[in-house]
């Protein structure tokens, strides 16, 4: 089997290499993601030999000796730091003297190089409190403006899980005493929190690991119930990975599977989407709002669209439910995936909802003990699963509030950067969007170093500059965002727990060191001067 | 409290438990989370400010003191862990 980092990236199929159509209907069919995981771009520092990232080890200090050739190993020179030349009655002390040398040598050892001082403590926090991770040192924790990420612990969900890790700490599925019994009605109670936010019956409700796996059992288990008649899917080109890892999975196993593109504004076309279903289509998932730029795809459209053609419809809500009104029957969702996470909850725990009328069948991917119904075997998570219920609550409560005031600081976040600096580009659409993700492009900008210069303010970027492949955003890619605009994306995510001062101080910083890396930018020198950078004739030199 | 089960709760309750909401918030180490307590108080009795109904007020006053509980205990499970480091938005005064 060929190895994908053997073949040299020179030989390596690229779509942009085709002519314009086959380049069309080669991504329609090729997943947009590269395989994970991902191997990391630049190799790992390499470990340090022995003699220079232990030297005083006791392995070195006193090597066994080798059984064949027992001179083979050259004695260890050791360093005797005695001024005194040494009688030969002290000889006896001599060991016991040259080991005490060896433990002040360290004063004269050569400095640590890179691997060993990243391997030594980090130096002590200073008086001012100081952080530093990284070789990044800030004077305090960054203000937080990556809510698509991840979403801090609302207080109160904090409030409805710890008595199940202090007392309540029994088993759901235990039958026979009271800590089980009280862990199954905790269980059941979320359940119906969960099933209440999103219109459905709580039998149809399954507590998974997270999206990823609802994402998972939704299109793969789906497509392996049913591969005797389907052998089709349809999805979009700005999936979350772990919907098109699943479909590029389902094609290795023989399945074909649509990556529809979308328009300019991040909207999939809902005519093309009609046109892509055959007969043998399984499945059709189109996540709700997207988590990189946070457009809202037509769900209620789309939803009626696959009941008339007779189509499972699975939508990736993760970013979506407790944020815009969702009802399963008035959207026709037959599968749709809940994170916990992104709505003021526990990390490690999702939902799958399953409609029962017309009955969705999965082929399960965790084997077990036949816990939720068979769908998802492995003992349910009671602090996590109460803790997911809690803030689905929660957010049925708080979403009109939430809204008025995200929408409010969405709207301040970008007159204040758009009034003080001109090129700056919303990616996606502006009037489909959930108004807590705001991802601007800066022309003229570089993106790493916009991002170095934005170490008080957790962000995230467009592109996976941060990470070790140096690839602009597949998300990105597909609106059709040339490459140095998507280079310099950034992603402000606003949550309910953003105040009016974080949102001025990101925009006062992000404003300053735009202007910053613009000034020192040639490019922007000759744009002002009214070149137009697209049509230069670069000299040869 | 003076205020049986059901019965609308009088002024000075009210603005009792709206002091207490306060005074808690401001007991949190977290500053987003202090901040949204604040807010969150302030807009919820402003809300429900124009309530008439007695049974509604009730309600609503029952459901404020729950939250003054929820906040106490968690402002003390907040205080234990606070991080040494504050947020950026505490220490710079620009």
Known sequence: ?541 | MASAVGSAPSRAEVLSLFRSLLRTAAKFPDYNIREYTKRRTVDGFRQNRELSDPVAVAAAFAGGKSQLEIARRQAVVYSIYAPKAKSVMEIKAS
């Not at chain 1, 290499?17 to 990391?40: E, I, K, M, Y």
């Not at chain 1, 049925?396 to 005031?405: C, I, L, N, V």
């Not at chain 1, 991002?451 to 890619?477: D, F, Q």
Request: glycine share 6%; aromatic share 6%; charged share 20%.
């Open chain 1, 1 to 541: 089997m060929l190895l994908w980092r053997s073949v040299p990236s020179w030989a390596r199929l690229s779509a942009n290499a085709l002519a314009p159509t086959n380049q069309q209907q080669h991504r329609a069919t090729t997943c947009p993601v590269s395989p994970s995981p991902c191997w990391p771009a630049h190799p790992f520092p390499r470990a340090l030999p022995d003699r220079l990232a232990a030297p005083l080890s006791p392995r070195r200090l006193f090597p066994s000796p080798n059984p064949i050739y027992p001179r083979a190993n050259p004695p260890l020179r050791l360093l005797v730091l005695s001024p005194l030349p040494l009688p030969m009655a002290a000889a006896k002390h001599l060991a016991a003297r040259v080991l005490r040398a060896h433990l002040l040598l360290p004063a004269l050892r050569r400095p640590l190089s890179t691997a060993a001082a990243a391997a030594a403590e980090p130096p002590p926090a200073a008086a001012d409190d100081l952080v530093t991770m990284k070789g990044v040192r800030i004077s305090g924790r960054p203000l937080y403006l990556d809510m698509q990420a991840t979403t801090p612990v609302d207080p109160r969900v904090l409030d409805a899980m710890l008595p199940f890790y202090l007392s309540r700490y029994g088993n759901p599925h235990s039958r026979t005493h009271l800590y089980g019994w009280e862990s199954e009605a905790a269980v059941e109670a979320a359940r119906e929190q969960v099933a209440a936010i999103i219109g459905a019956n709580p039998k149809e409700v399954f507590f998974t690991s997270g999206a990823t796996e609802s994402n998972n059992v939704s299109v793969k288990g789906v497509m392996h119930f049913y591969r005797d008649k389907k052998r089709h899917v349809v999805t979009t080109q700005t999936e979350h990975k772990c919907v098109l890892d699943s479909c590029r999975h389902l094609q290795q196993e023989g399945f074909e599977v649509t990556y529809l593109p979308v328009r300019k504004d991040g909207l999939v076309d809902v005519d093309r989407l009609a046109d892509a279903i055959r007969p043998d289509t399984g499945l059709v998932s189109v996540m709700a709002v997207n988590n990189e730029i946070g457009v809202v795809q037509p769900i209620a459209e789309i939803g009626r669209i696959c009941k008339e053609k007779g189509v499972l419809f699975h939508t990736d809500a993760a970013q979506a439910v407790g944020k815009i009104p969702i009802d399963v029957d008035k959207m026709n969702i037959g599968l749709m995936s809940i994170s916990g996470h992104k709505i003021y909850g526990p990390k490690g725990v999702g939902a799958l909802y399953l409609r029962r009328r017309p009955r969705v069948r999965v082929e399960p991917q965790m084997s077990g003990g036949g816990q939720e119904r068979g769908v998802r075997s492995g003992t349910v998570p009671t602090p996590l699963v109460v803790g997911m219920g809690a803030a689905c609550e929660l957010a049925m409560k708080e979403m009109e509030y939430d809204t008025k005031r995200i929408t409010a600081l969405q709207e301040r976040l970008l007159n204040g950067v758009t009034a003080r600096l001109d090129g700056v580009v919303v990616n996606g659409s502006i009037e489909h969007r959930y108004s807590g993700n705001l991802n601007l492009s800066f022309a003229y900008v570089e993106g790493e170093s916009l991002l170095m210069g934005l170490k008080e303010v957790a962000v995230s970027s467009g592109s996976a500059c941060t990470s070790a492949s140096l690839e602009p955003s597949y998300v990105l890619r597909a609106l059709g965002v040339e490459e140095d605009m998507a280079h310099t994306s950034i992603r402000f995510g606003i949550g309910r727990f953003t105040t009016e001062a974080e949102i001025d101080r990101a925009v006062e910083l992000t404003v300053k060191q735009v202007e910053k890396l613009r000034e020192m930018s040639p490019l922007y020198e000759m744009v002002k001067e009214g070149i137009d950078i697209k049509n230069i004739q670069w000299a040869q030199h």
